[in-house]
């Protein structure tokens, strides 16, 4: 009988990544997705970028246990980085961010002496080569770990620091996820502005990448805003396959609470980026991330944020109230501000990018788009795809035969919250 796996991935692209890793090297050992409870093996991949999130995989673990006692647990990610002995009591694995190629060594079918921890201060084999699972949009890690050591961020000690990997690699991974079927990869790093091997900088790579024959669309994050220059966005509008979507988390739209983020940008210099990514990518999206409630925020800064939204008019925003995590440096700042108020802001910058993004995605309305299809939708005969901006669309498919990974023109009929419904362009 086959033996069976089951992940449970919280936090970022990364993490769903190095999820995909570790379900790759199951797979290769001769395991098979199953659900929570027949599992043999269950893999809890963590996110300590809140201390809500890094809660969850002891929660969560806990859990597991209740359901299924049988499974062995590993468990896996950042919090398993920063945390290890901790973990080590509750699980049988502990596998930090650095080490997914020594648990591949490690890992055969026989579970009984399954009991150890991974953990290092370095990245171990960054240049490895790991599989996919088919599908049509793939994620390639060009650049691990950050150097930028922002003043509310646990990253540069759960992933360590920066290091790019060696281009042809990148460019060998990609080819084979082509021929494996995906059309389009999400280049991962901290800070991909930074990639840099061999004298091979960020534009570069996608200059190399762009040339890839079967290849059908390109995108990337995260980009630092100090980072990010008028050259990376001429390129973006010039390479045909690099989709016109900017990812710029701006954090705060007051410079005093930048100086204090350590974010290196002022909000003038910041709004200066988006200047040229929009000069030459008129028709493109930006998304960014907002923190509510850093220590010392007064009032007035967070009029500023407010201020900021309004210029700027990003498509989207993630935001998030102010959390303290182990070693970053805001946690020992005085004044920080109540759990109520950071509620407060958060629930007004909330409302308004909504009616931002509301105002912008009714542009969109009766206007066609190259979408690629990504999956079946949740309402059935729907397929749920993507605009190269970065946009949702839901399709009919009952008189259609749309597969995964198929790319299609589609007229934008209907404007939801979260997504729009199309209609299928036929000429
Ligand atoms: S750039 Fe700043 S926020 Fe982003 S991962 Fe690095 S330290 Fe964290």
Redesign the pocket.
Known sequence: MMMKYYIKTFGCQMNERDSEKIESILQESGFEKSNLKEADVIIVNSCAVREKSEKKIFSEIGRIKNINKKAKVVAMGCVAQIYPEKLSKISDVVLGTTSIYDFKNFFNKDLRDFKAIFVSNQIINPDYIFGHLKKPTAYIDIIYG?????T?????YT?LREISRSYKNILQEINNVVENGAKEVILLG??VNSYNFDGVNFIRLLEMINKIDKLKRIRFV?S?PKDFSEDLAIAMSQLDKVCEHLHL?L?SGSDRVLRLMR?KYTFKEFAKKVEYFRKYNPKGSITSDIIVGFPMETEDDFKQTIKALEEIKFDEIYSFKYSNRPFAKASLMPNQVSDEEKAKRLNIIQNLQSKISEQINKSYLNSEHEVLIESKAKISNQMQARTRTNKIVNIDNTYFNLKEGDIVNVKITKINKHSFNGEICIN
């Open positions: 950050c150097n930028n050591f922002c509310y961020c646990v990253v540069p992933r901290q800070n995260t630092h988390p954090q974010r």
